[in-house]
């Protein structure tokens, strides 16, 4: 079960050109996209603790993803 609504996804994905989106190409992407989420998060946490803070800031997710 995701985490993260279909909704928005489709949207995304109809904002983006799609026309029809499959029920299996939604739960691809959201799938997708949780995965990346957690290792960015991952990455974020550690950041904030090597900067010896407990609250993860959008610095943290920024360095994240550029090191992913």
């Given at each position: 079960?995701?985490?993260?609504?279909k909704?928005?996804?489709?949207r995304?994905?109809k904002?983006?050109?799609?026309?029809?989106?499959?029920?299996?190409?939604?739960?691809?992407?959201?799938?997708?996209?949780?995965?990346?989420?957690?290792?960015v998060s991952?990455?974020?946490k550690?950041?904030?603790?090597?900067?010896?803070?407990?609250?993860?800031?959008?610095?943290?997710?920024?360095?994240?993803?550029?090191?992913?």
């Open positions: 079960m995701s985490n993260i609504p909704a928005p996804i489709a995304i994905m904002e983006s050109g799609a026309e029809r989106i499959s029920e299996d190409a939604k739960d691809e992407l959201t799938n997708y996209l949780e995965e990346v989420a957690a290792n991952t990455e974020a550690k950041a904030a603790e090597f900067a010896k803070r407990k609250t993860i800031k959008a610095e943290d997710i920024k360095l994240a993803i550029k090191n992913l």
